[in-house]
Nanobody
């Protein structure tokens, strides 16, 4: 099992930045990638970004590429999501995820954190 703990959410003005963090513990070696999803009330969770544990290959959802950057610190078992130029459409609960990724599944969904809220006004 893998435990994920997010932090860094908060309230910002449109155009500002935030950086989310996610610390992983447990059987991390059972996964090969980590990522971020987000969800607004009444809508399904949607993928935001992912990064492979080894090699650092990254993937981004349309709409965030160029504004968001996912990165990782393997020594700390931590991933980050740097979010710049936030817009009202980025307001959501952001979830850290971990699991297996491959050519056909770029965003892991085996393990989920509790989420951290991002509010944009």
């Amino acid at each position: 099992h893998v435990q994920l703990v997010e932090s860094g959410g908060g309230s910002v003005q449109a155009g500002e930045s935030l950086r989310l963090s996610c610390v992983a513990s447990g059987r991390i070696d059972s996964t090969n990638c980590m990522g971020w999803f987000r969800q607004v009330p009444g809508k399904e969770r949607e993928p935001v970004a992912s990064i492979y544990n080894r090699g650092g290959h990254t993937f981004y959802a349309e709409g965030v590429e160029g504004r968001f950057t996912i990165s990782r610190d393997n020594a700390e078992n931590t991933i980050y999501l740097q979010m710049n130029t936030l817009g009202l459409e980025d307001a959501a609960m952001y979830y850290c995820t971990a699991g297996g990724c491959n050519l056909y599944n770029r965003y892991p969904q085996s393990y989920w954190g509790q989420g951290t809220q991002v509010t944009v006004s």
